[in-house]
């Protein structure tokens, strides 16, 4: 049986928390809370542990880094050899069609718009596009 420190009940020893007033009833060894040299070791330890994990971390995340990047490497060297690429002749002969189909397209839009301009002085005023045209009524009828 421990006894509690806090109110004098008496606990089973599996328990590490008072059952009558919850206070723990296992305390810090007082000799670590006030011993200068035992601090500072566990200071020095605590320190230690944390670089120590953060060193695992980085150590991971780099190896992690190189392996995606060698992955990504055979990838995109995979990729890249599987494709066909064109040759100098078949990329300039892509290039006048181009510019043929570019040209005509100028030439098609530039008739396009002669066109409209001679439509657009045959008909008759049209109206201001922002202003609303034409009333809409509606009548509702109550019934009586």
């Not at 190189?66 to 995109?76: K, N």
Request: aromatic letters at 10%; a negative charge.
């Amino acid at each position: 049986m421990i006894v509690c420190k806090n109110c004098g009940a008496k606990n089973p020893n599996d328990r590490s928390v008072c059952v009558k007033c919850g206070a723990f009833l296992y305390e810090k060894n007082p000799q670590f809370e006030k011993d200068p040299k035992v601090l500072r070791k566990m200071r020095w330890t605590r320190i230690w542990n944390t670089i120590k994990s953060m060193g695992l971390m980085i150590i991971v995340l780099l190896v992690s880094f190189i392996v995606l990047s060698v992955l990504m490497f055979f990838v995109i060297r995979f990729v890249s050899s599987r494709m066909d690429w064109p040759t100098e002749e078949e990329l300039q002969q892509e290039m006048e069609e181009f510019q043929k189909a570019q040209e005509s397209y100028g030439a098609e839009q530039s008739k396009n718009n002669t066109e409209s301009d001679t439509t657009r002085s045959a008909l008759p005023d049209q109206p201001d596009p922002d202003t609303p045209q034409g009333n809409l009524m509606i009548e509702f009828s109550l019934p009586e």
